[in-house]
């Protein structure tokens, strides 16, 4: 606002000269008076040229979206399929393979390590093989809620005999970790051996399963090849549009909402690349106006537009009319003759100054006009 006063006054010698006195007399500030502000009545159809009908039949009254839940909205897919909600559970193959994962993790955790601790002894002697089976005795007794404290090999001063010992750790015992640290004297070493952080157990899900791989939470290479790449699901919302539901999925998820991909705005189906669908269902405990399921692994993910229609269900309540025939009436020549799909209202703005109003300056390249249509004071503005 300041910075418009001074361009609108009369600044006759405002250019100062360097390190010289300079005295400014009988200078008059001029502040320019404000623009008035400009007030636009809300719109109604009329103003955007909403103004036909299909029948001639008489009109009625009635209250449109009371609430949120008097306007549905169901997608219908490109077999013709209207989309519901009908399951938030994980799909049974992957609950297979969760079973699966965890006896495999099971059966690990309490195989027989006989010729693994003779082969130890050879290598490490008598005091450092009583000391891991020991270690490996209080993995085995764990119900995985439990940590178990990491145990220090003796001092070892040889450097290749400490590079087999970790070598023998690689082989035979993928799901411990090991590294050198310092010993008890200077020069001595030490080799301590601890879980992976990955876990071992019943809750586990350890590297040697995904072939020394570390995980990578975005799928890729350990990505299961029966299965497809996109996790499809159903999303159901109550008074939220798809991006802030999807934003709020993807912040608990920790990914980014680009992630997804979506047929529709206001769809209630999505796609989100390489999820496990039990991480997605585990949300809806979470969730407050949004549920998801229906999971469906995919080949291939959506792209905007990738929907045959919508189907809406509408509510009206407050109803006025002159009888109950003229609402028969209306609903069958809607159900037969359709309706003149105008633009709604809301995409011509919400503000006091319409957006389309602003277009229509910029279209014909008045360009003051709609800088000064957004930047001018408008009704409500605090002005400093």
């Known amino acids: 606002m300041w910075q418009k006063a001074i361009s609108a006054a009369s600044w006759g010698c405002l250019s100062l000269p360097v390190l010289k006195p300079y005295f400014l007399c009988n200078t008059t500030i001029v502040r320019a008076s404000p623009k008035p502000q400009i007030t636009m009545k809300n719109l109604d159809e009329s103003d955007v040229g909403v103004f036909c009908y299909i029948s001639n039949l008489p009109g009625f009254r009635g209250v449109l979206k009371q609430r949120y839940s008097d306007f549905i ?15 938030m559970e994980a ?6 393979e969760e079973i699966r994962t965890e006896t495999e993790a099971n059966d690990a955790a309490s195989k027989n390590y006989t010729s693994e601790f003779e082969s130890f002894r050879s290598l490490a002697g008598d005091s450092d093989a009583e000391s891991f089976e020991a270690f490996m005795g209080q993995i085995n007794s764990s119900d995985g809620k439990e940590s178990v404290s990491p145990i220090v090999l003796s001092p070892d001063c040889d450097k290749l005999h400490r590079t087999a010992m970790h070598n023998f750790f690689k082989k035979n015992f993928k799901f411990l970790v090991t590294d050198t640290i310092d010993g008890p004297d200077v020069s001595s070493k030490c080799i301590r051996v601890r879980l992976d952080s990955g876990g071992h157990g019943k809750n586990s899900r350890k590297r040697k399963d995904r072939g020394g791989k570390p ?13 497809g790449k996109f996790l499809r699901f159903h999303l159901c919302k109550e008074n939220k549009d798809s991006q802030e539901a999807l934003g709020v999925i993807a912040k608990m998820l920790g990914v980014q909402p680009r992630s997804f991909g979506f047929a529709g705005t206001k769809d209630k189906r999505a796609v989100s690349t390489q999820r496990r669908a039990k991480k997605l269902a585990a949300l809806n405990d979470r969730l407050i106006g949004i549920k998801v399921g229906d999971f469906c692994y995919v080949k291939e993910g959506l792209v905007l537009g990738q929907l045959w229609g919508n189907r809406f269900t509408v509510t009206l309540r407050g109803v006025v009319a002159d009888c109950e025939e003229t609402i028969r009436a209306a609903a069958s020549a809607l159900g037969r003759q359709g309706f003149i799909n105008y633009f709604g209202l809301q995409r011509f703005g919400s ?23 957004i930047l001018d004071p408008r009704e409500g503005d605090i002005l400093f």
């Open 215 to 227: 995980f990578d939470s975005r799928g890729s290479d350990d990505w299961q090849e029966n299965i």
């Open 73 to 87: 909205v169901n997608e219908v897919d490109t077999d013709g399929n209207v989309v519901h909600l009908t399951t």
């Open 351 to 373: 503000g006091s100054v319409p957006t389309y109003l602003i277009g229509s300056k910029l279209l014909r390249g008045e360009w003051e006009a709609a800088v000064n249509m």
């Open 91 to 96: 799909p049974p193959e992957e609950i297979a």
